[in-house]
T-cell receptor
Framework: DQQVKQNSPSLSVQEGRISILNCDYT??????FLWYKKYPAEGPTFLIS?????DKNEDGRFTVFLNKSAKHLSLHIVPSQPGDSAVYFC?????????????FGAGTRLTVKP | NAGVTQTPKFQVLKTGQSMTLQCAQD?????MSWYRQDPGMGLRLIHY???????DQGEVPNGYNVSRSTTEDFPLRLLSAAPSQTSVYFC?????????????FGPGTRLTVL
């Protein structure tokens, strides 16, 4: 029973345009969310996070939006660059926020075309 | 500073064979963990450790053993490999078990069990 779902296995966008990656969750106790980025032959690396006390968190070209009532979050990349081509994992966690309770989505493969 | 290292990168086993996946970190992190990644599924936690001498089971521990005799090393043992254990395995470490401390992942081991 996947509590974190990324329903789009892949996404292709043109360089310079916006990439929007979506994530849905079913556990209403989740209130801290993270995005990881993974290049081929490498491990995932932390990208950005958001706590439920916010509905938006921004870091450079990356913004994460959280809609708690819809149990939905999204990662926006503006503008998209070819180097952003990677698999993006969404993750969620509930209090007391122990890493061993973190749940991951299956990932979305983003391809940014030059 | 190598971060989190994993060996081997690739391994092919026959059903019933045993092997150990190695993981080491040089960041003096207390928390270490093992995940497996399967197609269409998120990263799933196998075992984790909050410090030397302390280990615990994650979401999918069956068929795997771990030990943590030093802070640096966290090997994962497959006792009798099965085709269902074909997967990509990631080791991760973090300063603490708290999710607000970034987890650093190794590059992964791709295991095939025939």
């Amino acid at each position: 029973d996947q509590q974190v779902k990324q329903n789009s296995p892949s996404l292709s966008v043109q360089e310079g345009r916006i990439s929007i990656l979506n994530c849905d969750y079913t556990n209403s106790m989740f209130d801290y969310f993270l995005w990881y980025k993974k290049y081929p032959a490498e491990g995932p690396t932390f990208l950005i996070s958001i706590s439920s006390i916010k509905d938006k968190n921004e870091d450079g070209r990356f913004t994460v939006f959280l809609n708690k009532s819809a149990k939905h979050l999204s990662l926006h990349i503006v503008p998209s660059q070819p180097g952003d081509s990677a698999v993006y994992f969404c993750a969620a966690i509930e209090p007391p926020y122990n890493n061993n309770d973190m749940r991951f989505g299956a990932g979305t493969r983003l391809t940014v075309k030059p | 500073n190598a971060g989190v290292t994993q060996t081997p990168k690739f391994q092919v086993l026959k059903t019933g064979q045993s092997m150990t996946l190695q993981c080491a970190q040089d960041m003096n992190h207390e928390y270490m963990s093992w995940y497996r990644q399967d197609p269409g599924m998120g990263l799933r936690l196998i075992h984790y450790s909050v410090g030397a001498g302390i280990t615990d089971q994650g979401e999918v521990p069956n068929g795997y053993n771990v030990s943590r005799s030093t802070t640096e090393d966290f090997p994962l043992r497959l006792l009798s490999a099965a085709p269902s254990q074909t997967s990509v395995y990631f080791c991760a470490s973090s300063p603490s078990a708290g999710a607000r401390d970034t987890q650093y992942f190794g590059p992964g081991t791709r295991l095939t069990v025939l």
